[in-house]
């Protein structure tokens, strides 16, 4: 387990919900990754990021899909790609991650609460 952290710094992590718009593969990442493009609603607007995510994933079954993201990070340059988002997931028993996402469809730009 992590260090003990305050509420406080819980909530300086801005958790959002979107859905995949468009998801491409990202054939010049140094590990395989597919790059999407999220729509986080008005407020937040589209958002773009890459994910290894190849193992369980192909660009073409995530439109639609909604997923949770960090969307305040600072953007980070990705090979030739700006990753303006983090998208949240989970690694199973053998590494590969399995994106993290409402089971019920909820408003894009949801904040996690």
Known sequence: MS??????????????????????????ARKPAIK???DFGPELGEKKTSAQITAHYAPDELVGR???????????QIGPFMSEVLTLGCADEEGAIVLLGPDHPVPNGARMQ
């Open 3 to 28: 260090a003990e952290i305050a509420f406080e710094d819980f909530l300086k992590v801005d958790i959002r919900a979107g859905t995949v718009t468009r998801a491409e593969p990202f054939p010049e």
């Open 36 to 38: 999407l493009w999220i």
């Open 66 to 76: 909604q997923v949770m993201a960090v969307v305040n990070f600072p953007p980070r």
